[in-house]
């Protein structure tokens, strides 16, 4: 969903926003000591049910309150020395710009404000236990949910900690290192959760006295929780729950990637367990989170020799698999792409190829070299996607990002893998494949990778004309070009 400014207005008329986020940005002195008596006419004024006493903090550069408000919050962050305060309200039953400035104005001076209504915010507690308990005995079609995009918004991002010797270099700490710097700024926008196998043994400093990163104990494999963690499904009032695919180490135990991936398989439950989300459960059926995307309107794309190889879904057909879509994602048209990047160790995922960036343009990986062994592949897919229509006959836009050159695994990086007999080996010289396309994509900030190519300023400008007001971060691929993946792998929404 777009996001909608509004300007100040006197004419502007009371709003049913269940299910929205409102944020205010109020310039002006304020009196800190009347924020709880703020608070209270605010939940009065909207309508909002309070379960919960306001908790403010202070510290010498802001003052924060947050006061819980039944499946909602209403956020206070005065910056002090800017003297702006940010006031987030989320699903509340009515909202007048009118009201609440003058709310804030019996506070202090509002001397310039501006609000901003954004999209469905899934909250992530706002599930309550069904009779049933979590895991549900339905399907998301009885019960009206569909699948969300990659451009939707998220009520946090979650990523484990990568460890693993046979399948990290250094044992996770080159790709920990560059996570952690982008966590950090993440942070700034978005609540983080960061997954361990074993919290007591867990050093890292850096994020200890930030209240926006949470550190948890949950059991996994490995840190692809794209394709292990839950697959969020929405209604259009806000309410979220999750799909929990089976997951056999991207081919089972003899095609796969790594050995044992118990945990893996069992990573989507325990999350929305741990978090309290209500969640289908459909083992039989093999997906990773990266082999699918949505426009979040019914319309999907996938890749054909991914989601039906042998050694995922050999008893699926086409047909089969789109009625598993429809029934579970709220899938309306399903367009199947032929294959994924050659080299793609996962088996060739969407992430790196195709993805919408809104309702109804995708951006595509591009190849113009006729030598190199991306280009029948590329222009297979192009073929595929030209003239296709979304499943309500909006013509779907294509953006071409150009592919970027990979060097193969060198001696260097070969050797700093631990090679052992439950996980596929990583040589010298061995090929790589990386995309622009694989890319994380937030409320209010977008994460793109560099390749050291003369595409990577080509392809922030590219990203930059269709989210231009997205903050641009960005990160060296490399690392984990190395293990099969890219940063849109190891982060997921919830």
């Known amino acids: 969903m777009s996001e909608e400014v509004l300007k100040p207005s006197k004419t502007n008329q009371s709003q049913k926003f269940f299910g929205k986020q409102i944020q205010i940005e109020v310039t002006g002195d304020f009196c800190i000591e009347k924020l709880y008596d703020l608070n209270a006419k605010i939940v009065e004024k909207l309508e909002m049910t309070q379960i919960s006493s306001p908790v403010l903090e202070k510290n010498k550069k802001s003052i924060c309150m947050l006061s819980l408000i039944a499946e909602s919050h209403i956020g206070f962050v005065y910056d002090l020395k800017a003297k702006v305060l940010n006031l987030d309200i989320f699903s509340c039953k009515n909202f007048d710009e009118k009201v609440v400035i003058g709310l804030l104005n019996s506070s202090g001076k509002v001397v310039d404000y501006k609000v901003n209504i954004r999209g469905i915010k899934h909250n992530i507690s706002n599930n309550k236990q069904t009779k049933h308990g979590l895991k549900l005995k339905s399907t998301p079609k009885e019960d009206g949910f569909s699948l969300i995009s990659n451009f939707d918004h998220g009520d946090c991002v979650y990523y484990l900690w990568p460890e693993r010797g046979d399948v990290w270099m250094n044992g996770g700490k080159d790709a920990q290192d560059i996570v952690s710097g982008l966590i950090l700024e993440m942070s700034k926008y978005d609540k983080v959760i960061i997954g361990v196998n074993d919290i007591k043994k867990f050093k890292e400093q850096k994020f200890k006295f930030n209240k926006n990163i949470q550190i948890e104990q949950i059991p996994y494999n490995d840190a692809w929780i794209r394709d292990t963690g839950p697959t969020i499904v929405a209604k259009q009032n806000g309410q979220y729950r999750a799909v929990n695919f089976g997951f056999n180490g991207y081919g089972g135990e003899l095609e796969g990637l790594y050995f044992p991936f118990d945990l893996d398989s069992k990573l989507a439950d325990a999350i929305c367990e741990k978090h309290n989300i209500a969640y289908y459960h459909v083992p039989e059926f093999i997906l990773e989170g990266g082999s699918i995307c949505s426009n979040g309107k019914g319309t999907m794309i996938a890749i054909e020799k991914c989601v039906l190889n042998p050694n995922r879904n050999p008893k699926f057909s086409k047909k089969q698999a789109e009625k598993v879509f429809a029934t579970y994602f709220g899938a309306k048209k399903v367009i199947w792409l032929d294959e994924g990047l050659k080299f793609d160790e996962t088996g060739g995922h969407i992430d790196n190829v195709c993805s919408f960036v809104n309702e109804d343009t995708v951006v595509i990986a591009w190849e113009t070299d006729k030598k190199d062994e991306q280009y029948k592949i590329l222009h297979e897919n192009f073929n595929r996607l030209k003239g296709q229509t979304t499943w309500d006959g909006k013509p779907i836009k294509i953006i071409k990002i150009h592919q970027p050159k990979i060097n193969p695994v060198s001696k260097t990086e070969a050797a700093s893998i ?64 190395v293990f099969g993946g890219g940063i849109h792998c190891v982060l997921k929404k919830l």
Not at 435 to 455: E, G, R, T
């Open 418 to 481: 631990v090679e052992n007999k439950n996980s596929k080996p990583r040589r010298e010289g061995e090929k790589l494949t990386g995309s622009y396309i694989n890319v994380f994509i937030s409320d209010k900030y977008m994460i793109i990778p560099q390749f050291d190519s003369k595409y990577d300023k080509i392809t922030i400008r590219k990203y930059r004309m269709i989210y231009p007001n997205k903050k641009i971060l960005t990160y060296n691929t490399r690392t984990f070009n």
